[in-house]
Nanobody, 127 residues
């Protein structure tokens, strides 16, 4: 089993930056694929990005491509989401989760294929 904990959220002005962390514990994270999602009030949970712990291959939603960057620290079992040029529409609770169907890369944005969700961290971008 693996447990995930998000951190790093906060309040930032439009155009600013934040770095979110997703720390894994319990099971060795090597071999897992981690997805980032966000959910604004009254909206469905939305795919943001994903990264493979082993190899570091990444995939980004069009809405964040060029502004958000994924990285990882294997020694600390942590994935980072560096967010730059933030916009008010980026305001949401951000979650990380494990892709339970990483063997199949078809429709990797489907929220239903992910599990072991963290508690989320709030990101608020003011205009």
């Amino acid at each position: 089993q693996v447990q995930l904990v998000e951190s790093g959220g906060g309040l930032v002005q439009a155009g600013g930056s934040l770095r979110l962390s997703c720390a894994a514990s319990g099971r060795t994270p090597s071999g897992y694929t981690i997805g980032w999602f966000r959910q604004a009030p009254g909206k469905e949970r939305e795919f943001v990005a994903r990264i493979s712990w082993n190899g570091g291959s990444t995939y980004y939603a069009d809405s964040v491509k060029g502004r958000f960057t994924l990285s990882k620290d294997n020694a600390r079992n942590t994935v980072f989401l560096q967010m730059s040029s933030l916009k008010p529409e980026d305001t949401a609770v951000y979650y990380c989760a494990v892709d339970r169907r990483a063997y199949n890369n078809y429709d990797v944005t489907d929220v239903d294929r992910y599990g072991y969700w963290g508690q989320g961290t709030q990101v608020t971008v003011s205009s």
